[in-house]
């Protein structure tokens, strides 16, 4: 008991670690990662150190291939296009519930997210944040947490949009623009400008992936 009861405190923790050094780039898409280095960085045992690895490769930030253990997934343009439409799919839905409901504190609050990421804090949680106040409304939780999950595969595109993030800023639609559509009440509208607003983005991203950023 004591045991397990040890791995569901160190699993999480050993996860964050990983999941870091992947988005921060020190583990690259593609490498692999052997377990016994690993336990030995992180200062861990193997027992939950695999166990992380599964719970990281449930988000489908790691690999499990035969004969080579555990690499850091390579980003693929098909998985960054398969990631979009999913996410849009489910967004689109979400809009004309949740436009309704929406108050003035919510637009309030998701302009100051929008600022804050627009200086640079633009970490999975931080995206997740922005996304949650803007549906939560919708009273759709299941959905949320498809999206907020479809996030978290995002991870180990981050560097690659923060690459083309300073270009795309000030590309129209911007996040403020977004904001505004919701704002105005006009739900196919502002599914319009959703749509085109990822749609550049992720564009943007793939394109960088196909020259081989």
Known sequence: MTGTLDNQTLVPGIMEAIRSRILRGDLPAGSRLPQADLA??????????????RGLEAEGLISFLPHKGAIVTPVTVGEIQEVQELAMAIELALVPLAIKRMTKDDFHLLRALGAEMDKGAHSPDAVIEFYRVMFQPAGRPMMLRVLENLIWRTVRFFPVMQAVR??????????EDMIRAFEAGDPEAARRVLFDFHQVRAEAVMEAIRKGH
């Open 40 to 53: 030995l960085a992180l200062r861990v045992s193997p027992v939950p150190l695999r166990e992380a690895l």
């Open 166 to 175: 300073a270009s795309s800023r000030r590309v129209s639609p911007t996040r």
